[in-house]
């Protein structure tokens, strides 16, 4: 029923920046949260930032001040997360994940997508 696609990891050098997109598609009727989580090998996923329906922002703080999620001024349905200032041990998997309400169920659930690689090298 809805849809999540991450893009923009890749491979960066220490110190270096990525942007990281996550669109959500299907019938959305109300987005409450979005949020991005990472998991690094043989660690367990972990919250690195999440926004509201308000456009507020809370951050892990091992990124604060390095990271910055925002919403597509156009499409409230795209988030995107500025990586600046990245280290190795930003190295991992990141997923996007929202919590939202379908035109069909009325309940909230959370939907992830299949997750985008994030390297940095020292």
């Known amino acids: 029923q809805v849809q999540l696609v991450e893009s923009g990891g890749g491979l960066v050098q220490a110190g270096g920046s990525l942007r990281l997109s996550c669109a959500a598609s299907g019938r959305i009727a109300v987005i409450n949260f979005m949020g991005w989580y990472r998991q690094a090998p043989g660690k367990q996923r972990e919250l690195v930032a999440l926004?509201?329906?308000?456009?507020?922002?809370?951050y892990a703080e091992s990124v604060k001040g390095r990271f910055t999620m925002s919403r597509d001024n156009a499409e409230n349905t795209v988030v995107y997360l500025q990586m600046n200032s990245l280290k190795p041990e930003d190295t991992a998997v990141y997923y996007c994940?929202?919590?939202?309400?379908?035109?069909?169920?009325?309940?909230?659930?959370?939907?992830w997508g299949q997750g985008t690689q994030v390297t940095v090298s020292s």
């Open positions: 994940n929202a919590n939202v309400q379908t035109f069909s169920s009325r309940a909230p659930m959370t939907y």
């Open positions: 926004i509201t329906s308000g456009d507020s922002t809370n």
